[in-house]
Structure formats: structure tokens, C-alpha cells
């Protein structure tokens, strides 16, 4: 059975940092995509970013480009999202998703983050 667990969601000021990371089990870690997907109060899912197998090559959406960074661990099936110069609009629950062939097919339970003053 796939289980995605995320942790490292806080309460943080405008500018501060997270790192959201994801326990992946139950599937071959190693030849998956990961996405991290987000849902903001009241708002649609949106597709934060993505990590290819290969564990170099990444994608992530232009609201957060320049500021998050995804990356992957095969050997201890992990993933991660590091979150840098966060702005009030960054407040989401965010989830690890696993990808197979662009179908989210297994979702984590969220990790909520709020970004406030």
C-alpha cells in the first residue's frame, strides 16, 4: 500500500523559511515523479513542483519559482520542498503527490503552512 507522510509545516513571518519534507513507502520510490500540490483556503489545487526520478532534473510553477527548490532522496525515499522568502499567499495545506504519468495518483494527509505576521 503507497503512504506519502509530509511533516514541517509551520506558522511563519512574511520572508521566513520552511522545509516540507515527504516519507514515501509502499511503491518504488526510485522511478517515480513527485509533486508537491497545494490548496490555499477556499482555493483550487495548484501544482507547486515537481522532481523526476533522475533526481537532478525539477519544474516548478511560476508563482514560486526563484524562491522554492524540490529535491529527492531514492536511497531513503524522501522528498523534499524547500521554501524560501515566503509571502502570505504561500498559506496552503501542501501535499506530496505521486506521479505516474502526470495522474496525481497517491496523495500524503497535508502539512498545513501559514505565512502571517
Known amino acids: 500500500e503507497v503512504h506519502l507522510v509530509e511533516s514541517g509545516g509551520d506558522l511563519v513571518q512574511p520572508g521566513g523559511s520552511l522545509r516540507l519534507s515527504c516519507a514515501a513507502s509502499?511503491?518504488?520510490?526510485?522511478?517515480?515523479?513527485m509533486d508537491w500540490v497545494r490548496q490555499a483556503p477556499g482555493k483550487g489545487f495548484e501544482w507547486v513542483c515537481r522532481?523526476?526520478?533522475?533526481?537532478?532534473?525539477?519544474q516548478c510553477a511560476d508563482s514560486v519559482k526563484g524562491r522554492f527548490t524540490v529535491s529527492r532522496d531514492n536511497d531513503n525515499r524522501m522528498a523534499y520542498l524547500q521554501m524560501n522568502t515566503l509571502k502570505p499567499e504561500d498559506t496552503a495545506k501542501y501535499y506530496c503527490?505521486?506521479?505516474?504519468?502526470?495522474?496525481?495518483?497517491?496523495w500524503g494527509q497535508g502539512t498545513q503552512v501559514t505565512v502571517s505576521s
Open positions: 503527490v505521486r506521479d505516474v504519468l502526470a495522474d496525481f495518483a497517491n
Open positions: 522532481t523526476w526520478p533522475d533526481t537532478i532534473t525539477t
Open positions: 509502499g511503491f518504488t520510490f526510485s522511478t517515480n515523479y
